[in-house]
């Protein structure tokens, strides 16, 4: 499937000079770009999660009593590899 996006001239030429450097397709540093933008902008509302989620006191202390309990699986008999 494809489509026609519409992108500023300064966003064009800076597409097609990091194609040309690499020497990879537009389409594949287009989607290279996207990937990582939207791994850029899962992490920040992951970390907005857990900032707003610290502010919470009382949240924020079952987090850590929850994490405390994951933390007893460590010992739960297994060898390590």
């Known amino acids: ?25 537009m389409q594949a540093v287009l989607d290279k ?3 990582a933008y939207r791994r850029q902008y899962f992490l920040q509302k992951a970390n907005n999660a857990y900032e707003a989620l610290r502010e919470n006191t009382e949240a924020w202390q079952e987090e850590i009593k929850e994490r405390e309990a994951w933390d007893d699986t460590l010992g739960d008999g297994l060898k390590e590899i």
């Open 1 to 25: 499937m494809s489509a026609t996006v519409r992108i500023n001239q300064s966003a064009w030429q800076a597409l097609k000079l990091i194609a040309f450097q690499t020497g990879e397709p």
């Open 33 to 35: 770009a996207i990937e």
